[in-house]
């Protein structure tokens, strides 16, 4: 065993509680109400990485944004949380994950009603930065509570639970933000995560625990941390500017070749440093290693795949946002049913199998994705949809458990931020590189389907920008068209777009498939029993 708590003495029916924590008594400290506590603030982060964007048109309009100022709402809050994550999951595991994830949710909801008082888009912005860097205490925190209180046996079961809330929040999101959006405004999406996090932090002063590990760390890496988030934030910065920069374009690899040479940096540094950020040595276990890779590796299918799908409804198919959301139901109801049957499962035989079937089912799913046209049926889209939320579940529960319990539990916060890590920039990959084979095939198909509809040629200019609409599934037809010609440009962009998304989503199924031999490399966590002992489950 790696690492062990110091349990203290404790009355009949009390759980053992590691070393400077109050014994669980009454609902404080139970694990399943600690469970729907860290549920309730995860759901609130997991909603808002999806239900902002059905709000941006709205703010765009009502804040006379450009669309510059619009993605910047997306990538502010994106590039302050990942950067934030692992440095935010070692606070915990210094100063107790109960306070992180307690001063995480009090500042997110607060940082959330500031935007909706906002009415410059600035401050929208900068209270979206905000929100990524207190997202970043929360998230680390809730998995390093899970673990710690949480036995053994009904760790994967928890976790799955977990998964089943994250996964449900972030499909949840355009649904419930086209509804508020119609039907309210735009500054219900934040408001609504004020009474959440209220509800929340009132949860957690009553029912969470302070669990610290014996050997807990007690000084900071300052170097290490400036020298981790300057590379993450080069790297992701490099992922999120590539479609609009292009990958052959200088600033994009000089950003990536500085992110590099950052973490080369980091990696010596860490080397020599007495209490490192993270300690290089929990790399030379295999399976937490595999672990990492596996979330990026299924982030990049899922979440990179998953970018065109939205566009695909919306744009091809023409659903209104609320539409499209309920379309993508099958795969949120599976994720739902799946997640906590998987950690049942996990707990039973170990991650391999569930972890290899999982990322074959996820394969399947993106071929058949690939497959799917302009008049593919709601049947068809639903089978898909069901098969990739039953390949998601088992991975987004194995994958956390490999790498969580894999970890010392002194470093189970450290551990938390590498796997919400690993999935951001995972999706942050699959979309940058997804999106360059979408923008080579529209530029390598469009001239020709144009051509043979017998539509007249497009200058230079003209092409450009009709293929970066056809890339997200819009028909470049100018206002006035004729309906004929309005509708042979529809055709030939809803075409184009189709082949587009499928060489994109037989990418991702290929990366699938390399993902399900890294799930050989897996196993049970050999930590998770530093977590709590048996307690009244």
């Not at 997202?135 to 925190?141: I, Y």
């Not at 979330?295 to 795949?305: E, N, P, T």
Request: charged content about 10%; some cysteine.
């Amino acid at each position: 065993m790696t690492s062990q708590t110091t349990l203290d003495k404790t009355g009949p029916g009390d759980e053992p509680s590691p070393s400077g924590s109050a014994p669980a008594t009454g609902l404080r400290g139970h694990p399943w109400a600690t469970l729907v506590t860290v549920a309730v603030g995860v759901m609130m982060v997991a909603l808002d990485g999806t239900i902002v964007a059905i709000a941006n048109p709205a703010i765009q309009d009502d804040l006379d944004a450009s669309l510059a100022d619009v993605q910047w709402i997306t990538n502010a809050y994106f590039l302050a949380l990942a950067v934030a994550l692992i440095t935010a999951g070692k606070l915990g595991d210094r100063f107790g994950h109960r306070q992180t994830f307690l001063i995480g949710v009090a500042g997110f909801a607060a940082s959330s009603g500031a935007i909706g008082l906002s009415g410059s888009i600035a401050a929208v912005i900068v209270f979206r930065v905000f929100q990524g860097l207190f997202g970043a205490l929360l998230m680390p925190a809730a998995l390093g509570l899970l673990r710690a209180t949480f036995p053994a046996e009904k760790l994967n079961m928890a976790i799955g639970i977990w998964g089943m809330v994250i996964g449900a929040s972030t499909a949840g999101g355009p649904i419930l933000g086209g509804v508020l959006v119609e039907h309210v405004n735009w500054q219900s999406v934040f408001f609504i995560n004020v009474p959440v996090g209220i509800l929340a932090v009132v949860l957690g002063v009553m029912i969470l625990l302070d669990h610290r590990a014996e050997n807990a760390p007690r000084s900071f890496d300052v170097v290490g941390i400036a020298l981790l988030s300057a590379s993450m934030f080069c790297l992701v910065w490099a992922l999120i500017k590539a479609p609009a920069w292009g990958w052959g374009d200088g600033k994009t690899w000089v950003f990536i070749g500085v992110s590099v040479v950052g973490f080369l940096l980091f990696s010596v540094w860490e080397t020599k440093v007495r209490e490192p950020l993270i300690p290089l040595a929990m790399f030379r276990s295999v399976p937490l290693s595999a672990g990492v890779v596996l979330m990026v590796l299924m982030a990049f299918a899922f979440l990179g795949g998953l970018f065109f799908v939205t566009f695909y409804l919306q744009n091809v198919h023409g659903m209104s946002p609320v539409d499209a959301g309920l379309h993508l139901l099958p795969l949120t109801a599976m994720m739902i049913v799946a997640s906590p049957v998987a950690g049942a499962m996990i707990t039973k035989v170990g991650p391999r199998i569930p972890l290899a079937g999982g990322m074959t089912c996820t394969a399947i799913a993106m071929y058949g994705i690939s497959t799917l046209g302009t008049d593919s049926g709601t049947g068809v889209m639903s089978v898909w949809f069901l098969l990739l939320g039953l390949g998601l579940a088992p991975v987004m529960v194995g994958a956390t458990e490999v790498i969580v319990g894999n970890a010392p539990m002194e470093l189970s916060g450290v551990a938390g931020g590498l796997q919400q890590a690993a999935m951001q920039i995972g999706g942050s990959l699959g979309t940058a590189v997804l999106g360059a084979v979408m923008a080579s095939k529209v530029d390598n198909d469009l001239a020709g389907n144009w051509a043979d509809a017998g539509l007249p040629e497009l200058t230079p200019e003209q092409a450009h920008k009709a293929s970066e609409a056809v890339q997200v599934g819009v028909a470049p037809a100018p206002e006035g068209t004729p309906a004929q010609i309005a509708g042979k440009i529809a055709d030939v962009a809803h075409d184009t777009f189709i082949s587009g998304m499928s060489l994109a989503s037989l990418v991702a199924a290929g990366v699938a498939v390399v993902a399900v031999f890294v799930a050989f490399l897996t196993k049970r966590g050999e930590n998770a029993e530093a977590g709590a002992g048996v307690g009244h489950i």
